[in-house]
């Protein structure tokens, strides 16, 4: 069954002191054998990757972490093994009085956990748009992940890379002391060339390129007993 997008699950808007965990509540029903994406943009105040917990008790790992200046990118990923509604999903960055971070959740189908790559990264400051390139023939899902900070603005005009649908993007820019937004772009099949992001408004920001290799069922057993790559 190929790559899909199920729904977005779930959006927080940071950009307040607060305590972690940071919470995030979702909505809808997810299904066991899906997989769900968590994005959490806000500033550098973990020294490790942090943990993600839902409701649900389903277990998240770390794909990817970004660091531009004062701002952080965390992607977390979690194999949906424990199904029915998910009401909210909580970030821990680290300890101590921070500036929280925007959340946002999505949940995927017919995903090939084995075969996870990382295709490019990026990051800047300040900027209205980031450019990457990447070449993932053989992908079968593309996950184009922004982290953008706003500072004192409010982010305005965003446009994912052509080709691209945007699955989320979290945040409103109504924080008190800094905005974060946190977005998710999807496509499914294969890519390459340069992927261009725009908006107005921003600081820091940082881009995770992620896609899963589409694999056939003997893929799959042969990744498992680790016969040829």
């Given at each position: ?12 808007t940071g950009?307040y002191?607060?305590?972690p ?21 806000g500033?550098?105040?973990a ?17 990817g972490?970004r ?9 977390y990923?979690?194999?949906?093994t ?6 909210s999903?909580?970030?821990?960055q680290?300890?101590g ?6 959340i ?10 084995f ?15 980031s450019?990457?390139t ?12 922004v ?6 603005t ?13 699955g989320?993007?979290a945040?409103?820019g109504?924080?008190?002391f ?13 890519t390459?060339?340069t ?10 920001w940082?881009v995770s ?15 498992i007993l680790?016969?040829?790559?």
């Open positions: 069954m190929p790559a899909a997008f199920v729904a977005q699950r779930g959006g927080a950009g002191l607060s305590f965990p940071y919470g995030c509540g979702c909505s809808g029903v997810v299904t066991v054998g899906n997989i769900l994406y968590v994005v959490a943009a500033n550098n105040n020294a490790t990757g942090g943990s993600c917990t839902d409701n649900l008790g389903n277990t998240y790992t770390v794909l972490r660091i531009q200046n004062n701002s952080q990118q965390l992607v990923a979690a194999p949906v424990v199904g029915g509604t998910i009401t999903v909580s970030v821990n680290g300890s009085l921070s500036i929280a971070p925007t946002g959740v999505a949940e995927f189908s017919g995903v090939d956990t075969q996870l790559y990382e295709a490019a990264d990026d990051v800047g400051s300040p900027g209205t748009g450019t990457i990447v070449t993932t023939s053989a992908a079968g899902l593309q996950l184009h992940i982290g953008i900070g706003s500072g004192g409010q982010m305005t005009g965003y446009t994912q890379p052509s080709g691209y649908t945007n989320f993007i945040g409103d109504s924080g008190q800094a905005k974060y937004y946190a977005v998710l772009n999807y496509l499914i099949g294969p390459s060339g992927l261009t992001d725009s908006w107005t408004g921003s600081e820091d940082t390129h992620i896609y899963y290799k589409a694999a056939a069922p003997m893929a799959h057993l042969l990744a680790g016969v040829g790559t």
